[in-house]
């Protein structure tokens, strides 16, 4: 069972304890004030104070709040302390073990949290750990994230006028690093076309597209035929159009990713975060971590091929982490290279070149496949391309 999930049905067990506790608790205080009222209103009235007193209290005892109040609060006890197993359970209160005191370079790490803050547009915090850790160079990156995020605040206002700017300035870089300006022109230009449609009508809207659209005719006609179709629905009722999804607001959030991911390509830099990235990988990986190092010090697990210092185990991230295609030769434990590139054995066996070359002597001699009993040579082995990472 997923420990979160068990976690998380253990909390909920100890909300509905408490719950349950305080409306009962509530319940047994009430009739008590009730029974006090009660006899408050007999003691104005003249009653002799003993009588009173005495049906008050035998009047009390059978209500049996202490026998009540107890039964509800071990429930919610136990609940509780469940509830704490749990946690000390699947949280680990030490996870400073999964470092092992390994050396770290502190302005490396001040320089990625200052490139985050600017990543992320927090400028008066990027300033302040700036003078705080003396970082030089921290001006200089900063002026171009303040760029980006005056376009993309002007897009998330559904302004386009900042960002058609932005394509104009750099447009010859655009095309020089990537060639997919027209792809991101062309996204302007369409949350442009849908904006007018919205605000203006089809007429207004039809004049954008001959002056903007036709240029786009062959790389993007499919979407040129959904906003001509989203013309020919603009006054149905949103059930009937089937184009109701390019007039919502998703379009342009979906304008301001592309943005930020044009942007960040011609600064130099990820679309993520790297330290928000590096953060995720670590959490994702620290119960691993973890276990190792409850076998063995990290310092002492840590394996170095020359390479630098590195686990001796494989740790598996997701896709979401997979940045570019690589492989591990099963043989020599070494990732490939442009120069030693993974090839596939005609048994279907993989491993890098230069294994094959050192277990076959030469490119002509036969040789038998480390994992099954196949023989062949060099020569008949085929370099593996990884096609590009999406």
């Avoid at 300006?181 to 605000?199: C, M, N, P, Y």
């Avoid at 179709?229 to 009722?237: Q, T, V």
């Avoid at 442009?338 to 094959?356: D, R, T, Y």
Wanted: aromatic share 6%.
């Amino acid at each position: 069972m997923d420990p979160f999930a068990e976690l998380l049905e253990d909390v909920e067990r100890a909300v509905i304890a408490q719950e349950t506790c305080s409306k009962q608790a509530m319940e047994i205080v009430g009739k008590c004030l009730e029974e006090v009222q009660h006899a408050r209103a007999i003691l104005g009235g003249g009653s002799p104070d003993g009588e009173v007193v005495g049906a008050t209290a035998k009047a009390l005892s059978l209500l049996k709040v202490d026998a009540k109040l107890a039964s509800g609060t071990k429930n919610l006890h136990k609940a509780v302390g469940t509830l704490g197993k749990t946690i000390d359970k699947t949280f680990t209160s030490d996870i400073s073990k999964a470092w092992g005191g390994q050396p770290s370079d502190t302005n490396l790490l001040n320089q990625a949290i200052l490139e985050h803050l600017h990543h992320e547009g927090q400028f008066e915090v990027a300033s302040t750990l700036a003078a705080e850790t003396g970082l030089s160079h921290a001006h200089a990156l900063r002026q171009p994230y303040e760029a980006m995020h005056a376009v993309l605040q002007q897009i998330h206002s559904k302004n386009l006028d900042a960002a058609l700017a932005w394509v104009e300035t750099n447009r010859s870089r655009l095309e020089e690093t990537s060639g997919t300006l027209g792809s991101f022109e062309f996204h302007v230009r369409k949350v442009a076309f849908l904006q007018i449609l919205s605000s203006e009508g089809r007429l207004a809207a039809l004049q954008y597209a001959r002056q903007h659209l036709q240029g786009f005719q062959q790389t993007e006609l499919t979407s040129i035929q959904q906003l001509m179709g989203a013309l020919c629905f603009a006054h149905s009722p949103t059930t009937q159009s089937p184009y109701t999804n390019l007039l919502g607001d998703e379009v342009w959030d979906s304008l301001a990713a592309d943005f930020v991911s044009q942007s960040c390509a011609l600064l130099g830099q990820a679309q993520d975060s790297p330290l928000l990235v590096t953060v995720a990988a670590g959490a994702a990986s620290l119960p691993t971590i973890l276990k190792l190092a409850n076998v063995m010090p990290m310092q002492q697990g840590l394996a170095d091929d020359g390479s630098g210092p590195h686990l001796p185990v494989d740790i598996p991230l997701g896709r979401e982490f997979t940045f570019n295609s690589i492989f591990a030769c099963p043989v020599s434990r070494e990732q490939s290279t442009p120069e030693n590139p993974p090839v596939i054995l005609p048994c279907g066996h993989c491993m890098c070149k230069q294994s094959i070359l050192k277990i076959a002597k030469s490119m002509t001699r036969s040789f038998k496949c480390p994992y099954c009993p196949a023989e062949t040579t060099p020569l008949l082995c085929k370099e593996i391309v990884f096609p590009p990472v999406c």
